[in-house]
């Protein structure tokens, strides 16, 4: 098969994605990501019974963002402050209103995508020590020492990643820095494998753990409100899509977030029984079934 006949019939099997009576729910590759998709697949299933076909733990958001450009996804949840830097390639802005209002504009623009008001928390990249390491602010740490820094794959080749930050900072690394899934670097800092890690605020860990978030006291890092983005043809196919998506704005705290999150990774729940849960508790009670 040749090239323009391998394009022809890639197209054609889109298009009949497209016009199946099912939404196409994807999420990037960890638990936050895949807790928030499985809230947006049951919330589409029990407010529009509608068949939703799960792509959960995709990969990182170059991945997701080519998904749901060429029509494999319909929707995913995305963050304002990564998609302003990796996709966008604008330069950070710490207002998070305009940041949000500036995305927005331009991925419909671009794309004919649309980004729903935000769920509520900011997911911003945390900084992490043990607890015992004496410091609390990110500035601190770069007068203290050099560390071995330990961050998943994307945040070492990030614009708003570790070269902004040693930059922003004047921090000192010690060696290379370790890249691992981000499920495996809390393990890696209690091992003393690492000395920092670059995760996130909203990790259901940081409260049961003996850890301490720095504050980034120079505000490096933008805002980063998740948000679920949407074709708007699919929008247009479901018209009750809109209704049902907006239902979850501002519905999830920081610390309600972080509590999701600890119920997979703390307490390895099944993502499933958590959203299940939580859309019960916050948004389906009292409503007839």
Request: proline share 4%.
């Amino acid at each position: 098969m040749d090239r323009k006949t391998t394009i022809a019939c890639l197209s054609l099997v889109l298009v009949s994605c497209g016009a199946r009576n099912t939404i196409v729910v994807g999420s990037k590759n960890f638990t936050e990501q895949v807790l928030l998709g499985e809230i947006l697949a049951q919330q589409i299933e029990h407010q529009l019974g509608v068949p939703v076909t799960r792509k959960l733990d995709l990969g990182g958001t170059l991945l997701a963002h080519q998904a749901i450009l060429k029509g494999s996804l319909d929707l995913y949840p995305e963050y304002t402050g990564t998609a302003l830097t990796e996709i966008l390639k604008r330069p950070i802005e710490p207002d998070a209103g305009a940041v949000f209002e500036s995305v927005r504009q331009a991925y419909r623009t671009q794309w004919k995508l649309d980004w729903f008001q935000p769920f509520g928390f900011n997911n911003t990249f945390a900084m992490i020590v043990r607890r015992d390491a004496g410091v609390s602010t990110l500035s601190q740490a770069a007068q203290t020492r050099a560390w071995h820094m330990g961050m998943g794959y994307e945040f070492e080749k990030r614009s708003d990643g570790l070269a902004g930050l040693v930059k922003a900072y004047g921090l000192r690394l010690q060696g290379d820095p370790v890249t691992v899934d981000l499920g495996l670097l809390y393990s890696a800092l209690e091992n003393r494998k690492v000395d920092m890690i670059a995760a996130n605020f909203t990790d259901g860990l940081i409260s049961s753990l003996p850890v301490s978030v720095l504050e980034d006291d120079r505000h490096y890092f933008p805002p980063y409100q998740c948000s679920v983005i949407t074709r708007e043809d699919t929008l247009a196919r479901y018209p009750k899509l809109r209704g049902a998506l907006d239902e979850l704005s501002g519905q999830i705290s920081n610390e309600a977030m972080r509590r999701l999150n600890f119920e997979v990774d703390g307490k390895h729940r099944p993502v499933s029984e958590v959203a299940g849960e939580f859309l019960k508790q916050h948004l389906w009670s009292g409503r007839s079934e």
